[in-house]
């Protein structure tokens, strides 16, 4: 039987997971996503468990709406590039074996601005700041990842009211575990 830990970087984004799945709160930003992600799976067999990231995320598109499963996800902030032109592998694209065609963007950078947003939109369809860490957290653990992420905002000026939004993103994530995931 499949058991599942659900991460998320924050208490409003988890309101509402259904009762009896386990909750870890990572804190915003990637070295917070990883290190907890990391710190709740030490010592844990990998066999029959799967990570659900949940959070909000900012559309890098028009129209993008709704609820997501990336397939992809990009660690924005980095300096890929450079890095292999060293001679090393930056590993800044993971790719997961379930979830849409959407590509996710994470960063240590919250996204409030069209500029910014339409530079990653070249590349991504989403952004957010901490599924990337989850997901290389897992994947260096040997344990399977799903990101689920719902649109909250338009990643540019209006980013600002994700306070006031943050509650209806959670209910859907909330509503689509209880769907998902109900045994």
């Known amino acids: 039987m499949t058991s599942y830990l659900i991460v998320s970087a924050t208490e409003a984004?988890?309101?509402?997971?259904?009762?009896?799945?386990?909750?870890?709160?990572?804190?915003?930003?990637?070295?917070?996503?990883?290190?907890?992600?990391?710190?709740?799976?030490?010592?844990?067999?990998?066999?029959?468990?799967?990570?659900?990231?949940?959070?909000?995320?900012?559309?890098?598109?028009?129209?993008?709406?709704?609820?997501?499963?990336?397939?992809?996800?990009?660690?924005?902030?980095?300096?890929?590039?450079?890095?292999?032109?060293?001679?090393?592998?930056?590993?800044?694209?993971?790719?997961?074996?379930?979830?849409?065609?959407?590509?996710?963007?994470?960063g240590d950078r919250f996204v409030a601005d069209s500029r910014l947003r339409d530079e990653l939109a070249q590349r991504a369809d989403l952004v957010d700041m901490e599924g990337y860490a989850v997901a290389y957290a897992c994947r260096r653990l040997g344990v399977p990842v799903r990101l689920v992420k719902h649109v909250s905002d338009a990643a540019d000026e209006s980013a600002m009211d994700w306070p006031t939004v943050v509650d209806a993103s959670a209910r859907v994530l909330g509503a689509w575990l209880g769907t998902e995931l109900a045994d």
Not at 16 to 27: D, E, F, K, Q
Request: charged fraction near 20%; aromatic fraction near 2%.
């Open 13 to 106: 984004e988890a309101r509402y997971v259904p009762a009896g799945l386990p909750v870890v709160i990572t804190g915003i930003g990637k070295t917070a996503a990883a290190t907890a992600t990391t710190q709740a799976l030490a010592g844990r067999a990998p066999d029959d468990l799967v990570v659900v990231n949940i959070g909000t995320a900012g559309a890098l598109r028009p129209g993008l709406t709704g609820l997501f499963t990336p397939r992809r996800v990009l660690n924005h902030d980095l300096d890929a590039d450079l890095v292999r032109a060293l001679g090393l592998d930056p590993e800044e694209l993971i790719e997961l074996p379930v979830g849409d065609g959407v590509t996710l963007a994470t």
